[in-house]
């Protein structure tokens, strides 16, 4: 019998300014201008008999409440890592920072309501 797989998510939100050069809309996109972003973080994997979890959301919320103060209310431009500040490589921000949780992100989901944006990260699981 296969061993079940469950999965837990846990949401956060941050604000943050960016510029942005685009071919369409440009000139908005390189002022200065913020967002409102949403990201949703789900980790997949065994239930640990012992511990009657997958991952102790605690902690999954300490790891997260760290990766939303590197982003909440700065300039997303100057964040260390992050590259050019799309929804994309916040996606691939959000799963790097987290890459050494066990189990790992199986998924990553960045978006902006305000705008009806959104991406998704599901990244390969490891072999």
């Keep these: 019998m296969a061993i079940p797989q469950l999965t837990l998510s846990q949401r956060f939100f941050f604000d943050a300014a960016h510029t942005l050069r685009r071919e369409i809309e440009a000139e908005g996109s390189r002022r200065i201008h913020g967002h409102t972003y949403h990201a949703e973080v789900s980790v997949r994997g065994p239930l640990d008999a012992a ?38 490589n916040l996606c691939l921000f959000i799963s790097r920072a987290l890459a050494d949780l066990r189990p790992p992100p199986s998924r990553v989901r960045v978006w902006r309501d305000a705008l009806g944006d959104e991406c998704l990260l599901e990244p390969a699981p490891e072999l």
């Design 51 to 88: 511990t009657g979890m997958v991952i102790d959301l605690g902690l999954l919320r300490e790891r997260l409440q760290a990766v939303r103060a590197q982003l909440d209310h700065h300039l997303l431009d100057d964040v260390p890592g992050l590259g050019i500040p799309t929804l994309e």
